[in-house]
């Protein structure tokens, strides 16, 4: 059986030269390894691989709870770490950090769907003062507010009601019928009152 840590250092290399001038590969450490799919700003995720003292002889550990996926959902991240360890079993005793690196550009669409991509763990950030409320609360309050309102505006028209003079409610009844509606033709220009007052046209 080969030493673990020859069969690391030769895989080093080996990934070194492989991934040399791909921005989204990158050795955080001797032991350590990230690789960032997608698009940077849209849909992607960032998975990191660390070698144990043993591996090969053993899986490495599979990071996915990097700040940079913190709008990954539980779900995707779930699904690609079974793809991990399942391609993994496939390749104990051999160096495998390509070959998993490889192995979610395949199924890279189907990680990064709109339902695993942006999901935030079912987490809401709510951005506001300390005194927001939930939007319910926010809504009843806005009810409320309206309503009281209203209710002031309703108390006010009563209040200037209340100050007519009999004689000036008198003449507003007279205006409508028994139906609250004022008469036809009440809005209509007297035709020859107006042509005496402005002139008839100039022969």
Not at 92 to 120: P, Q, R, S, V, W
Not at 176 to 190: A, H, I, P, T
Request: aromatic residues 8%; hydrophobic residues 25%.
């Amino acid at each position: 059986m080969s030493d673990p840590k020859e069969m690391q250092t030769d895989e080093r290399e080996a990934l070194i030269s492989i991934y040399e001038g791909d921005s989204a590969f990158k050795q955080v450490n001797s032991e350590t390894y990230q690789y960032k799919y997608g698009e940077e700003g849209n849909k992607s995720f960032l998975l990191e691989i660390c070698w144990t003292e043993k591996y090969p002889e053993e899986l490495p550990t599979f990071n996915l709870e990097t700040f940079y996926n913190r709008n990954l959902s539980r779900t995707a991240k779930d699904s690609i770490l079974t793809i991990l360890r399942e391609e993994g079993e496939q390749w104990i005793g051999c160096g495998m950090t390509y070959t998993l690196f490889e192995c979610l550009k395949d199924k890279l669409d189907e990680l990064l769907t709109d339902e695993n991509c942006n999901a935030g763990d079912g987490q809401q950030v709510v951005i506001g003062t300390a005194n927001a409320l939930p939007d319910d609360d926010a809504a009843n309050n806005s009810d409320s507010e309206e309503d009281e309102s209203g209710e002031a505006r309703g108390a006010r028209r009563e209040q200037k009601r209340e100050q007519l003079t009999k004689a000036q409610k008198r003449k507003q009844w007279d205006r409508v019928d028994s139906k609250g509606n004022r008469q036809r033709g009440w809005n209509w220009v007297d035709i020859v009152k107006h042509l005496s007052q402005t002139g008839g046209k100039p022969e």
